[in-house]
T-cell receptor, first 110, second 116 residues
């Protein structure tokens, strides 16, 4: 399975934008890029996903590089409730599996 | 409310006990998953069921025995566990395993298992 690389941790100030990077240089043409997050003491929750084009939803935006070897999750205005572990995951089309890495622990300061 | 309910939320069991974790999804999904999350380690996929059939067993020891009687329910039967099996066990579901694109996986809140 293709792997992703994320920074172990990041900090942000409340109400400021946050850009969470993810490298996936071995991505295949049919891998979808998924982002999940896990708040303390909870199961992971879906944030956003994309294939080639940038995507927006009510939670975040996903910017995908033209060569698809990297992507960035953008939280437009971080709140304290956004403090969580963010996982960037490649989902192979032929298996449907969701394989988690270590993720990025995001701290949001008031 | 995530639509995926796990019980019990906390379980303490001895190494000779037999217990079960239960998962129920109210989303009309056909794929269900068990994941294990140990301290300081990434989530590990254990089992996948698609339309009640097991499609994935990620080399899980036989002391963990899954059961999927229908698309809405998933069990994890536990027998003669070891202290290192103590972890958060997460159940999840999706429309079906093979559907791509918007095949979002929904997780329950997990069952915290402590083996003493």
């Amino acid at each position: 399975d293709a792997k992703t690389t994320q920074p172990n941790s990041m900090e942000s100030n409340e109400e400021e934008p946050v850009h969470l990077p993810c490298n996936h240089s071995t991505i295949s043409g049919t891998d979808y890029i998924h982002w999940y997050r896990q708040l303390p003491s909870q199961g992971p929750e879906y944030v956003i996903h994309g294939l080639t084009s940038n995507v927006n939803n009510r939670m975040a935006s996903l910017a995908i590089a033209e060569d698809r070897k990297s992507s960035t999750l953008i939280l437009h205005r971080a709140t304290l409730r956004d403090a969580a572990v963010y996982y960037c995951i490649l989902r192979p089309r032929n298996t449907g599996k969701l394989i988690f890495g270590q993720g990025t622990t995001l701290q949001v300061k008031p | 409310e995530t639509g995926v309910t796990q019980t019990p939320r906390h379980l303490v069991m001895g190494m000779t006990n037999k217990k079960s974790l239960k998962c129920e999804q109210h989303l009309g999904h056909n794929a269900m998953y068990w994941y294990k999350q140990s301290a300081k380690k990434p989530l590990e996929l254990m089992f996948v069921y698609n339309f009640k059939e097991q499609t994935e067993n990620n080399s899980v020891p036989s002391r963990f025995s899954p059961e999927c009687p229908n698309s809405s329910h998933l069990f994890l039967h536990l027998h003669t566990l070891q202290p290192e099996d103590s972890a958060l066990y997460l159940c999840a579901s999706s429309q079906d395993q093979w559907r791509t694109g918007s095949n979002t996986i929904y997780f329950g809140e997990g069952s915290w298992l402590t083996v003493v």
